[in-house]
């Protein structure tokens, strides 16, 4: 029996949220792809395997890629949060795919820009505008509770 969710806003809220989730799972995977191809490993164990101890070491591709992986933990886990409190408060749907939306293009596009080293001030941009339906979301979320608090 599929599980019906009868609030649309918050199924909207958890289909980007899955998307988002799966975006990071793949960079997580272009991460240790990255190091495999480059042969630069964390760990001594796993540079043992793949050829010896010189193959320990730190590769700016590698760390690139890492920090845009943290990047996305420090900023979607945070959405997830909103993301969900928000659905509940009552929004319309329409404006709240809106702010999913843009978060998600936003996300991707500061993903890629940072993977690809593309030309400043893309990944900049790109967080900004990913950041602005946070904040539209956090002021909704305290304007909704702002009475009982």
């Given amino acids: 029996m599929p599980i019906m969710i009868r609030n649309q806003v918050f199924s909207c809220f958890v289909f980007y949220a899955v998307l988002l ?19 630069a490993f964390a760990n001594p164990e796993d540079a043992l395997r793949h050829g010896g101890l010189e193959y320990h070491r730190v ?15 420090e900023n979607i886990l945070p959405f997830l949060f909103l993301g969900a409190i928000y659905s509940l408060t009552g929004p319309s749907l329409s404006v ?13 596009l500061h993903s890629v820009a940072y993977v690809l080293a593309l030309q400043a ?12 339906p946070c904040v539209s979301m956090a002021v909704q979320i305290l304007m909704s509770v702002a009475a009982y608090a």
């Avoid at 893309?122 to 990913?130: D, E, H, I, P």
């Fill in 96 to 108: 709240a795919r809106i702010h999913f939306l843009v978060f998600f293009m936003g996300r991707v």
């Fill in 21 to 39: 989730v799966i975006k990071m799972y793949a960079l997580a995977i272009i991460t240790g792809q990255v190091r495999l191809r480059k042969k």
């Fill in 59 to 73: 590769d700016p591709d590698v760390e690139r890629c890492k920090r845009a992986h943290n990047n996305d933990l």
């Fill in 121 to 132: 001030p893309t990944r900049s941009l790109a967080y900004t505008v990913a950041q602005i």
